[in-house]
């Protein structure tokens, strides 16, 4: 999601009481993977792809943060949950020097929380959480040679390559982004410089327009369904998309005024199986509210029917935000010993087993 200045001050709480209603989800096949996203490590990233690396918050209670690693490992045990995405800004990563190398402080410290994840026995999605830019340049478009962000990639597929359940995103949310043949010659370096290393993970390309699942069949698509593994196949090459339900789809207001259904997730389901692909809804999310509820379910419930093509789903967002004041909160909160799950974790995110 964009996290804008006016949804930082715009904060509310609400909650309110809804029956979920479990039992009627069960019966579909089911997506392979429900998660929740664990932000925190990208606090301070603007929509420009300006990241204040003073101001994130690591989800790490022995960095005196949010525990995230107890969120993880609540929502793998009690909630059935196999996925999470782990945000974090590319300036915090290489420690503000373009093209550099990985900051081994501030990797390490992101790397704890990965390794936490991979822990739970979950997938974990790296997240560069940088729209494309680099302090409001576009990356291969006036901004970083695509040489630069393909190093980044090289150097955490060096990293990782070892680790089958972790899932490199390339980039979270492009946007405004000119030139669409260009970008996906962007994410293709990406696509090479990583599989030069890791062979088969999984690789989540982002489109223009917020990653978003709605513009994907007619203006991103085209252009990303060129996007090739060097030796010419498609294997683990997944389609990224975000979907937010809010009546600007900017995943910044509680009320839900839509189940993104028959405009979106529908034509992107023939999109995807006419063309042989898959996608994952690596963001979307709701406030805790009535509406939200209803929809989300509804939204989730269409992408469980058609598991041949949706490989799951993510919500925004766990991690460091306050489950008290933070509009979209998947926050678990404890309660002694136990686990609280937010109003709408509780009523569309749980995967039954
Ligand atoms: C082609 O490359 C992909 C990605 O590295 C790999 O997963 C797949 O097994 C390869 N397929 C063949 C036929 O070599």
Redesign the pocket.
Same mark, same amino acid.
């Given at each position: 999601m964009y996290f804008t200045l006016l949804s930082a001050v715009a904060l509310a709480s609400r909650a309110c009481a809804f029956p979920a209603q479990p039992e009627a989800r069960a019966a579909a096949a089911g997506v392979q993977f429900v998660g929740v996203n664990i932000a925190g490590f990208d606090f301070g990233c603007s929509i420009q792809g300006a990241c204040d690396v003073t101001r994130i918050s690591p989800p790490l209670s022995n960095l005196g943060g949010a525990d995230g690693v107890g969120q993880m490992q609540h929502f793998y045990k009690d909630d059935g949950m196999n996925i999470f995405r782990l945000p974090v800004g590319w300036q915090y990563l290489v420690n503000n020097k373009l093209g550099g190398t990985l900051d081994s402080g501030n990797f390490g410290r992101y790397d704890q929380l990965m390794q936490a994840c991979l822990k739970t026995g979950a997938y974990c999605m790296v997240d560069i959480h940088n729209y494309a830019r680099w302090n409001g340049q576009i990356i291969g478009q006036g901004g970083p040679p695509n040489t630069q962000f393909a190093n980044l990639w090289s150097q955490i597929a060096t990293k990782y390559a070892s680790q089958q359940k972790i899932i490199f995103g390339v980039v979270n949310e492009p946007h405004d982004v000119p030139d669409i043949d260009k970008w996906a010659d962007t994410v293709q370096e990406v696509v090479t410089a990583i599989?030069a290393v890791?062979? +088969?993970q999984m690789i989540a390309l982002p489109g223009n327009d917020w990653t978003s699942a709605k513009m994907m069949p007619t203006k991103s698509g085209p252009a990303l369904l060129k996007v090739k593994?060097?030796? $010419? +196949?498609y294997? $683990?090459?997944i389609i990224d998309v975000h979907k937010y339900l809010d009546s600007d789809n900017s995943g910044t207001h509680t009320e839900c005024v839509t189940d993104n259904i028959g405009d979106t997730f529908q034509p992107l389901a023939t999109w995807l199986k006419d063309n042989n692909r898959k996608a994952i809804l690596s963001e979307t999310g709701g406030g805790n509210t009535d509406s939200c509820k209803k929809y989300m379910c509804q939204q989730l419930d269409f992408l469980n029917q058609n598991s041949d093509v949706f490989l799951g789903y993510i919500g925004w967002s766990a991690g460091s935000f306050s489950s008290s004041t933070y509009e979209l909160s998947e926050v678990p909160t404890k309660n002694g010993n136990s686990w609280v799950d937010s109003a709408l974790v509780k009523a569309c995110f749980t995967k039954k087993k």
């Open positions: 599989r890791a062979k +088969t593994n060097p030796n $010419g +196949t294997d $683990g090459l």
